[in-house]
């Protein structure tokens, strides 16, 4: 079947109601659970073969958090399903109102290799629980862990349910060109913007899921080695190609030597020179990103890492010294080297923070409540943590997504099922009573009775 008649395909189904009722979309949701965990090791051990990640990182980070989004959805579904009474005015007493939530139609999935199976099934459960048909895309620069999300999605669903198209630009692009109903994209800034013009030609509606600079804020009064701990993890998971990994520190100048003394120690205590990919640390994905990581790296200040091995495509985790021009401040890094920038100032960081786009997340270390509160009124960012990084994402409730260039549109759990939803509003009135005063013929008499009655 080729691209366009799989989209026709689907987009018949989707009409004859496939994935329509509770019941289908409870044993979708089931089928997809059960094809998860009963595969979770070969999964883990496909992503441990494109880029070396351990198997401790693979089952935290996306099969588990999957697993539980699925059992999310489904604990939800028929409440989050069901049709949602409102109240309303007087103009329009004596009415009832109520919201359906309709499903989009076929969507379209496109996922980044990093985290190849959160990012490519996290939305498909979403989509599935919204009742929806859908199109998988997932990257190509994952191929183990791409086909065989491919291969177990065709053996347990029917393709006018749920397909998967693997493989790169030539197969996104043809995808771009389908009347999808919505796209749901995961990726760098860059392609965000192709996807977001191809849609525009048909009015598709998008999610961007995109990437940015995440800040580390180390205030003066945080715990610098809780701080210097947490911040090390987020950077070192996955080797810091996370979209929501923190991408610099902004460390209190009084900190600041402290902290990068913190974070020596602690990647010492995290790796004890163990670099072994698959069990302790991943690997850069392909020699592309490993050249422009070492390329970072050699135009920077090295403080201490800074090891390297083309051929295995390793960088061992790198602290690195950097003011707030250098060319390293100013790039996504998605790669574990830490550039440490220093201010001294709460405001002079504000306004360090609202001059660069806005990123995707933000991690702020302190339990200064009113520097807190300036730094969310005052800096935008999509979601983030206090003295913490990452795992506000372990949380279903907390929306994730992006503002501005880290991207638009929130997903997990509720956000999801919103997310792939869309609202059908309904007034509904009986044939009684049905006073004249909104018809014509119009006359000074009834607008005076108008604005008597409803202003
Ligand atoms: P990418 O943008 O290169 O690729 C993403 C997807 O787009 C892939 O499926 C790829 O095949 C496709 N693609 C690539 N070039 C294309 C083109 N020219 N036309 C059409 N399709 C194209 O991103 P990546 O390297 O896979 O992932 C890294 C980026 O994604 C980082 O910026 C990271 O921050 C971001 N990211 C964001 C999130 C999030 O949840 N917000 C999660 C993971 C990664």
Redesign the pocket.
């Known amino acids: 079947m080729n691209i366009s008649e799989l989209v026709s395909r689907q987009k018949e189904a989707f009409r004859t109601g496939i994935n329509r009722t509770y019941e289908k979309r409870k044993a979708h949701l089931q089928v997809f659970r059960s094809m998860i965990s009963k595969h979770e090791k070969q999964l883990c051990e496909a992503i441990n073969h494109d880029f070396g990640k351990p198997a401790f990182e693979s089952y935290s980070t996306e099969i588990y958090v999957l697993l539980h989004e699925i059992d999310v959805q489904l604990k939800n579904l028929s409440k989050w399903m069901a049709p949602e009474s409102v109240g309303g005015p007087v103009v329009t007493f004596p009415s009832k109102y109520v919201i359906h939530k309709q499903p989009l139609g076929t969507v379209l999935i496109?996922?980044?290799?990093?985290?190849p199976v959160h990012?490519s099934l996290m939305p498909l459960a979403g989509s599935l629980a919204a009742g929806n048909t859908a199109v998988l895309?997932?990257?190509?620069?994952a191929p183990a862990t791409s086909g065989l999300i491919s291969k177990l999605i065709e053996q347990k669903f029917e393709p006018e349910v749920l397909t998967v198209v693997e493989?790169?630009?030539p197969e996104?692009?043809e995808l771009?060109q389908q009347p999808f109903d919505k796209i749901f994209?995961?990726?760098?800034?860059?392609?965000?913007k192709?996807?977001m013009k191809a849609a525009a030609e048909q009015l598709i509606p998008v999610t961007l899921?995109?990437?940015?600079k995440s800040p580390a804020i180390v205030h003066k009064d945080a715990n610098i080695l809780v701080s210097a701990k947490r911040i090390m993890w987020g950077k070192t998971i996955n080797a810091g190609q996370t979209?929501v990994a923190p991408d610099f520190a902004a460390v209190h100048q009084s900190q600041k030597k402290r902290f990068t003394e913190m974070a020596q120690k602690t990647l010492s205590g995290f790796f004890r020179d163990d670099y072994r990919p698959g069990i302790n640390y991943t690997r850069i994905v392909n020699r592309e990103h490993f050249n422009r990581l070492k390329k970072l790296m050699d135009g920077g200040r090295v403080l201490s890492g800074g090891s390297t091995n083309a051929e295995s495509l390793f960088i061992e985790p790198t602290l690195m010294d950097a003011e707030w021009d250098d060319v390293i401040m100013q790039e996504?890094i998605?790669g574990p080297l830490l550039p440490v920038v220093s201010y001294n100032d709460e405001n002079e960081l504000i306004e360090r923070l609202q001059f660069r786009p806005s990123p995707?997340a933000l991690y702020l270390f302190t339990d200064d409540q009113h520097f807190q509160n300036k730094i969310f009124d005052n800096v935008p960012f999509g979601g983030g943590c206090v003295n913490d990084t990452i795992t506000h994402l372990g949380n279903p409730n907390l929306p994730?997504?992006?503002v501005g260039e880290?991207?638009m549109g929130t997903y997990h759990g509720k956000a999801s099922f919103d997310t792939f939803s869309r609202p059908q509003s309904v007034l509904k009135k009986s044939f009684w009573p049905d006073p004249d005063i909104r018809y014509p013929p119009y006359n000074e008499k009834k607008l005076t009775w108008f604005k008597r009655l409803f202003s």
């Not at 496109?110 to 985290?115: E, K, L, T, V």
């Not at 994209?185 to 965000?192: I, K, P, Q, W, Y």
Request: glycine residues 24%.
């Open positions: 496109i996922s980044a290799w990093n985290y990012l895309k997932p990257s190509g620069l493989g790169g630009i996104t692009t771009l994209f995961t990726g760098s800034t860059r392609v965000g192709i996807v899921e995109l990437g940015g979209c996504e998605f995707l994730f997504g992006g880290s991207g």
